[in-house]
Nanobody, 116 residues
Framework: QVRLEESGGGSVEAGGSLTLSCAATVEAGYGYCRYDREWYRQVPGKEREFVSRILRTGTIDYADSVQGRFTISQDSGGNMVYLQMNNLKPEDTATYYC???????WGQGTQVIVSS
C-alpha cells in the first residue's frame, strides 16, 4: 500500500542541527496513506516514543521534550515529511522512525547520534 523511507540521520555535536526526511511511495488507490504522518524515536532497550505529528487538517503536535527545538513539515504534494531538529541534545540520540497513521505503516528508521 505504502512504503516509507527515512533519511537524513547522522552524527552531530550537541547544539547542532539535522533535518530528517520521510518519503512515501504509495500504490494506486492508496494516496490517502501519504497524509497524517508521525515521527517516533527509539533507543535500544526502551519503548518507541512519540516525537511529532502532522495531520491533513493542519494539526501539528510535539512531544514536550522536543517542543521549541523540532519542526515538522510536509510538502504540498504530501509525499515528503520533514523533521527539522535544532539545538540537538545527547538525549535526542535514537533511531527515528516515520509512520503513516492512515495505513499504519512504518519506515525502517534513520539513526541520529548527538555527542556532548
Amino acid at each position: 500500500q505504502v512504503r516509507l523511507e527515512e533519511s537524513g540521520g547522522g552524527s552531530v555535536e550537541a547544539g547542532g542541527s539535522l533535518t530528517l526526511s520521510c518519503a512515501a511511495t504509495v500504490e494506486a488507490g492508496y494516496g490517502y496513506c501519504r497524509y497524517d504522518r508521525e515521527w517516533y524515536r527509539q533507543v535500544p532497550g526502551k519503548e518507541r516514543e512519540f516525537v511529532s505529528r502532522i495531520l491533513r487538517t493542519g494539526t501539528i503536535d510535539y512531544a514536550d521534550s522536543v517542543q521549541g527545538r523540532f519542526t515538522i513539515s510536509q510538502d504540498s504534494g504530501g509525499n515528503m515529511v520533514y523533521l527539522q531538529m535544532n539545538n540537538l541534545k545527547p538525549e535526542d540520540t535514537a533511531t527515528y522512525y516515520c509512520k503513516t497513521i492512515s495505513c499504519n505503516s512504518w519506515g525502517q528508521g534513520t539513526q541520529v547520534i548527538v555527542s556532548s
